[in-house]
Each structure stands twice: as C-alpha cells, then as structure tokens.
T-cell receptor, first 117, second 117 residues
Framework: GAGVSQSPRYKVTKRGQDVALRCDPI?????LYWYRQALGQGPEFLTYFNYEAQQDKSGLPNDRFSAERPEGSISTLTIQRTEQRDSAMYRC???????????????FGNGTRLTVT | AQSVAQPEDQVNVAEGNPLTVKCTYSVSGNPYLFWYVQYPNRGLQFLLKYITGDNLVKGSYGFEAEFNKSQTSFHLKKPSALVSDSALYFCAVRDIDSGAGSYQLTFGKGTKLSVIP
C-alpha cells in the first residue's frame, strides 16, 4: 500500500512569496501531523489534526503559517510571505489511531525541502 | 514539558560488533518511547516502541531497546551491526499523562550511526 505522500519534493521560492505544501496521508489514518526539521535537528511539532479538526496548532511559529485538512484526508500547510528563516524540511506524518491513543506510531512522508532565497 | 537527549552526535562501530545508541528522556508523567531511523533522502521509519510491560522491546531489522525508568533511558541496541544499518537514528517520547504530550511526539537531535566494513 502507498505510504504518506508529500508534494512537492523540493520547493525554491523567493522571499515574500506564499507557498503551499501538500500531504496525502495513508488511507484510513485518522491523525495527521506536520513537523519541521532543521538541518542537524530532530523534527519539531507544528500542528495536529484529528480527522478534519485541527486539535493543536501551538507549534506553528507565527500567523504566517496555517494548515487545513478540510475533508479529513489531504492536508495543506501554507506559509505566507515566506522568509529565509522558513527554509527547512517540512514533514507530514499520519497515524491510525486518534491522538489520544499515544501508542500509535507515526508514519512519515519523505518531506518537502523548502528553500527561501 | 517533555524532552529527549541523544548525547552522541555520531557513533562509529565495526561491522559485526554490537552497537548502542543512547537516549535519555524527561517527562512529568509516564512515557511512551519510540525509535525512528532516517535513511538519506527518505522519511523517518518507525523501528520500535515501548508502551508498557517488558522493559526490553524488540523491533525491526534486529534492533532492540531497553527501557530503564530509574535512569530515564531508552538505549537502542543491536547484537551485530551491519553496514546497511548506517543511518540517522532518532529517539522520541510522548508524555501520556500530559494533555498535549499525549499526542505530541518530541524528538531528540538524532545520532548518526556509521558501521565500518
């Protein structure tokens, strides 16, 4: 079966432009997470969805970042007015259980490498 | 708050020798612990988890990890290393007694494992 799919694989954009990153989770997975991974660091939590509901967005750095999952499947992470400090690998993950079932492992996509010039 | 420490940025081991990748954690409640592996240009792959029960857990590719509550550690081990084990390894924790921590997975910085032929 297909894993978590993210697109685009690489995105280069100029400072000030908006970008939209897409995540297609494993079919049937209830929970969806966005993480950001800087070079040499572990992934850092951004936001979490349970079905279509955004349960926690406490990890989003500022109001330029937003995410949605309108039909409880595909999710989009949008960064408005990009800045160079936004450059990182953005990773999406899904899990079968709801977030409260903490023993469900996360299944990660290959990520989107964002470079802001 | 929950946190993970991986004290070694890099671990080198000869092929056929046992390997250990260290991880210590900090949570206010009870932990769920995970190990993930990342190969170049790939997403993170789940290796194993500790939820409850036996302190020694076995996972994919011959890896195992030992949960030690008194030392708050969850070291990853393998009796005989393979060159193909060379990758980046991440330890992660969830605090199941914390509202957000029950679903937020907090990662360490990662340890690069190099297995020398």
């Amino acid at each position: 079966g297909a894993g978590v799919s993210q697109s685009p694989r690489y995105k280069v954009t100029k400072r000030g432009q908006d970008v939209a990153l897409r995540c297609d989770p494993i079919s049937g997975h209830v929970s969806l997470y966005w993480y950001r991974q800087a070079l040499g660091q572990g992934p850092e939590f951004l936001t979490y969805f349970n079905y279509e509901a955004q349960q926690d967005k406490s990890g989003l750095p500022n109001d330029r970042f937003s995410a949605e999952r309108p039909e409880g499947s595909i999710s989009t992470l949008t960064i408005q007015r990009t800045e160079q400090r936004d450059s990182a690998m953005y990773r999406c993950a899904s899990s079968l259980g709801t977030g409260g079932q903490g023993n469900s492992p996360l299944h990660f996509g290959n990520g989107t490498r964002l470079t802001v010039t | 708050a929950q946190s993970v420490a991986q004290p070694e940025d890099q671990v080198n081991v000869a092929e056929g020798n046992p390997l250990t990748v260290k991880c210590t954690y900090s949570v206010s409640g009870n932990p769920y612990l995970f190990w993930y592996v990342q190969y170049p240009n790939r997403g993170l792959q789940f290796l194993l988890k500790y939820i409850t029960g036996d302190n020694l857990v076995k996972g994919s590719y011959g890896f195992e990890a030992e949960f030690n509550k008194s030392q708050t550690s969850f070291h990853l081990k393998k009796p005989s290393a393979l060159v193909s084990d060379s990758a980046l390894y991440f330890c992660a924790v969830r605090d199941i007694d914390s509202g957000a921590g029950s679903y937020q997975l907090t990662f360490g910085k990662g340890t690069k494992l190099s297995v020398i032929p």
